[in-house]
């Protein structure tokens, strides 16, 4: 059972331009959440986190967004840039900084 | 500070065999998952281990299997290979508050 979802597997945005990414949960449990960005043929690399005990986190051109009511999170990046294409995963963590729950990921290709 | 090592980067198996897959986290850092990297299905938690003892388990049958060295290194097994597990396989060390990844191996079951 899938307790974290990405369901959009892809998006596509003009460069410049905002990008988002949207990501929900099943588990009310979960209180610390993470964005992943992904190349192909490397490791995911850590973008930003979130508590929930914030609804924003700041970073540069990423913010993320957190709707614990809706059990939902999304990862803005603004601008975009087209170094920014790469597939992005959420994960989602229940007071264990070990184990995560990943979402299926998005990939997203900015067009320059 | 040298990041997380996997080795070998690419293996190419058959059904029935056995692989092994190595882990050399961030110095330091003393706990190491593993995740699982299918197509459409993101990353699967394996397990986790933490000072030489598996801490937190994912639901995978147990021919995955796993341990880990004094130094923190860890290793990663996998019995009677099928094709559906062919896959990236992804380890990651724990620092303060997130996981750092290595570049993962690549398993190909023929």
């Known amino acids: 059972d899938q307790q974290v979802k990405q369901n959009s597997p892809s998006l596509s945005v003009q460069e410049g331009r905002i990008s988002i990414l949207n990501c929900d949960y099943t588990?009310?449990?979960?209180?610390?959440f993470l964005w992943y960005k992904k190349y192909p043929a490397e490791g995911p690399t850590f973008l930003i986190s979130?508590?929930?005990?914030?609804d924003k986190n700041e970073d540069g051109r990423f913010t993320v967004f957190l709707n614990k009511s809706a059990k939902h999170l999304s990862l803005h990046i603004v601008p975009s840039q087209p170094g920014d294409s790469a597939v992005y995963f959420c994960?989602?963590?229940?007071?264990?900084?070990?184990?995560?729950?990943f979402g299926s990921g998005t990939k997203l290709n900015v067009k320059p | 500070k040298a990041g997380v090592t996997q080795t070998p980067r690419y293996l190419i198996k058959t059904r029935g065999q056995q692989v092994t897959l190595s882990c050399s986290p961030i110095?330091?850092?003393?706990?190491v998952s593993w995740y699982q990297q299918t197509p459409g299905q993101g990353l699967q938690f394996l397990f986790e281990?933490?000072?030489?003892?598996?801490?937190n388990k994912g639901n995978f049958p147990g021919r995955f299997s796993g341990r880990q060295f004094s130094n923190s290194r860890s290793e990663m097994n996998v019995s009677t290979l099928e094709l559906g597990d062919s896959a990236l396989y992804l380890c990651?060390?724990?620092?303060?508050?997130?996981?750092?990844f290595g570049p993962g191996t690549r398993l190909t079951v023929l």
């Open positions: 990651a060390s724990s620092g303060a508050d997130t996981q750092y």
């Open positions: 588990n009310s449990m979960f209180d610390y």
């Open positions: 979130i508590s929930s005990i914030k």
């Open positions: 994960a989602a963590s229940k007071g264990n900084f070990n184990k995560f729950y």
């Open positions: 110095s330091g850092h003393r706990s």
């Open positions: 281990y933490f000072s030489e003892t598996q801490r």
